[in-house]
């Protein structure tokens, strides 16, 4: 009882002093700043461009004709009645973080009672496995993480998407299929690419299901009910803004990339520098290859479909158009929840170092081409770059990880206490 009321006192202490964190910084001028840079705000989650929406929805002109404002309708039907009151916005976008963390809080409890009855490591002298993480933890690290105040203060509505696909992802591991397939369905409305999150949503609604045509129901369902969430959607927003422009202006833009402001993506650079007759064929490439993991990994790591989800939410800020450190706080939110891992991870060190490397440079490099003028769009670019690195050195590392964790499940070391009895070693086979 006595531990039950001091976990109960440490969650409402860590979502409290997140919440009185955020409401402090809202109120400082750094939110104006960080609402402005463009590893937060991008054309497509910019706080000032749904600003200006709303502003032009407000008064009767058509918020699509301007080429400015590519974010989806729903997004102004949620803030043209608040717009005008800061407290409503920052409450709203600080519920929807703290929300986040929740939602993650209760994956991992989740995620524990399905460990249970799941093989484990067999270590030497027949010691158990670790436990991983806890469900505190992996909301505390989320809702401490740099990348995401930012992201939260910042006002990204990339929030909005993180929130939606989170909420997949719990809804999956609780076998509702509806909310589950609705959620990813809003996550995909927002901004795309999170459809792709569909697939390991579906196999955690499969998990235990062994009966071949309970599997083909289960996957029709889910289906229909995705399809259906969508076009309703996609209606909604019709009778909303009383046009469809908002397809090509918000998806278009997303797939198309027309906008070429500068972001820590890979897109604009090199598509301000493609000749015109060469971009149509490498764009179809580049978002090509956002997606064609999707369905590899999903087979390969079947019986993990949350780290699944973890790997294409880093795959979708990594490779996406216009990515922002509001997608790394969603992967990076996403990773402790397959803490068993860690141990197995190789590049931890190369990793952090160059998350920190790029994070810093990427506002000095930024202003030193920008504001200064003695540098230009190759130093942005670079560290972007580094950042991407990064990002991919995190994704080989933790598969590595996770198939080597396997491999030891199915092939322990010998668990004899005798030292004279010969084993493989994890630390010489790692290396």
Same mark, same amino acid.
């Given at each position: 009882?006595?531990?039950?009321?001091?976990?109960?006192?440490?969650?409402?202490?860590?979502?409290?002093?997140?919440?009185?964190?955020?409401?402090?910084?809202?109120?400082?001028?750094?939110?104006?700043?960080?609402?402005?840079?463009?590893?937060?705000?991008?054309?497509?989650?910019?706080f000032?461009?749904?600003?200006?929406?709303?502003?032009?929805?407000?008064?009767?002109?058509?918020?699509?004709?301007?080429?400015?404002?590519?974010?989806?309708?729903?997004?102004?039907?949620?803030?043209? #009645?608040?717009?005008?009151?800061?407290?409503?916005?920052?409450?709203?976008?600080?519920?929807?973080?703290?929300?986040?963390?929740?939602?993650?809080?209760?994956?991992?409890?989740?995620?524990?009672?399905?460990?249970?009855?799941?093989?484990?490591?067999?270590?030497?002298?027949?010691?158990?496995?670790?436990?991983?993480?806890?469900?505190?933890?992996v909301?505390?690290?989320?809702l401490?993480? #740099?990348?995401?105040?930012?992201?939260?203060?910042?006002?990204?509505t990339?929030?909005?998407?993180?929130?939606?696909?989170?909420?997949?992802?719990?809804?999956?591991?609780?076998?509702?299929?509806?909310?589950?397939?609705?959620?990813?369905?809003?996550a995909?409305?927002?901004?795309?690419?999170?459809s792709?999150?569909?697939?390991?949503v579906?196999?955690?609604?499969?998990?235990?299901?062994?009966?071949?045509?309970?599997?083909?129901?289960?996957?029709?369902?889910?289906?229909?009910?995705?399809?259906?969430?969508i076009?309703?959607?996609?209606?909604?927003?019709?009778?909303?803004?009383?046009?469809?422009?908002?397809?090509?202006?918000?998806?278009?833009?997303?797939?198309?990339v027309?906008?070429?402001?500068?972001?820590?993506?890979?897109?604009?650079?090199?598509?301000?520098?493609?000749?015109?007759?060469?971009r149509?064929?490498?764009?179809?490439?580049?978002?090509?290859?956002?997606?064609?993991?999707?369905?590899?990994?999903?087979?390969?790591?079947?019986?993990?479909?949350?780290?699944?989800?973890?790997?294409?939410?880093t795959?979708?800020?990594?490779?996406?158009?216009?990515?922002?450190?509001?997608?790394?706080?969603?992967?990076?939110?996403?990773?402790?929840?397959?803490?068993?891992?860690?141990?197995y991870?190789?590049?931890?060190?190369l990793?952090?170092?160059?998350?920190?490397?790029?994070?810093?440079?990427?506002?000095?490099?930024?202003?030193?081409?920008?504001?200064?003028?003695?540098?230009?769009?190759?130093?942005?670019?670079?560290?972007?770059?580094?950042?991407?690195?990064g990002?991919?050195?995190?994704?080989?590392d933790?598969?590595?990880a996770?198939?080597?964790?396997?491999?030891?499940?199915?092939s322990?070391?010998d668990t004899?206490?005798?030292?004279?009895?010969?084993?493989?070693?994890?630390?010489?086979?790692?290396?």
């Amino acid at each position: 009882m006595a531990r039950v009321e001091s976990r109960n006192r440490s969650w409402t202490a860590i979502f409290a002093y997140a919440l009185a964190l955020r409401l402090a910084l809202f109120y400082l001028p750094l939110s104006s700043t960080l609402a402005g840079r463009v590893e937060i705000s991008t054309p497509i989650t910019s706080f000032k461009r749904l600003s200006e929406g709303v502003f032009l929805f407000s008064n009767g002109v058509p918020p699509y004709d301007g080429g400015v404002f590519h974010q989806a309708p729903l997004l102004l039907g949620l803030f043209y #009645p608040i717009i005008a009151s800061p407290l409503a916005v920052t409450l709203l976008y600080t519920l929807c973080d703290l929300a986040i963390g929740f939602m993650l809080l209760r994956i991992t409890a989740i995620k524990d009672q399905y460990s249970v009855t799941e093989k484990k490591v067999r270590q030497y002298g027949g010691k158990e496995e670790e436990p991983g993480m806890d469900g505190l933890t992996v909301a505390t690290l989320y809702l401490f993480n #740099p990348f995401t105040i930012a992201s939260c203060v910042g006002k990204s509505t990339i929030l909005f998407s993180n929130m939606a696909a989170v909420a997949g992802i719990w809804m999956g591991m609780r076998r509702n299929k509806t909310l589950a397939m609705f959620s990813i369905a809003l996550a995909t409305y927002l901004s795309f690419y999170p459809s792709m999150l569909a697939i390991p949503v579906v196999l955690m609604l499969l998990r235990d299901i062994k009966d071949s045509s309970l599997v083909k129901g289960v996957v029709i369902q889910c289906v229909l009910l995705y399809s259906v969430s969508i076009v309703s959607l996609l209606l909604l927003s019709f009778v909303l803004v009383d046009s469809w422009d908002f397809l090509g202006s918000v998806y278009g833009t997303i797939l198309a990339v027309s906008d070429l402001t500068p972001n820590l993506g890979l897109f604009w650079y090199f598509f301000i520098e493609m000749f015109d007759q060469f971009r149509s064929f490498f764009l179809v490439v580049f978002q090509i290859h956002v997606f064609i993991f999707a369905i590899p990994i999903s087979i390969k790591l079947r019986n993990r479909p949350l780290f699944v989800s973890f790997l294409l939410c880093t795959i979708m800020g990594t490779f996406k158009g216009y990515p922002s450190i509001g997608d790394a706080s969603l992967y990076l939110g996403m990773l402790p929840l397959s803490s068993e891992i860690f141990k197995y991870m190789r590049y931890t060190f190369l990793i952090i170092n160059l998350f920190i490397y790029s994070s810093l440079l990427a506002p000095i490099f930024w202003y030193l081409w920008i504001y200064v003028g003695s540098g230009n769009a190759n130093f942005f670019y670079a560290i972007g770059l580094v950042y991407g690195v990064g990002e991919i050195i995190l994704m080989v590392d933790t598969t590595f990880a996770v198939l080597r964790r396997d491999f030891e499940i199915l092939s322990p070391p010998d668990t004899s206490e005798d030292a004279t009895v010969l084993g493989w070693d994890r630390d010489v086979i790692q290396k």
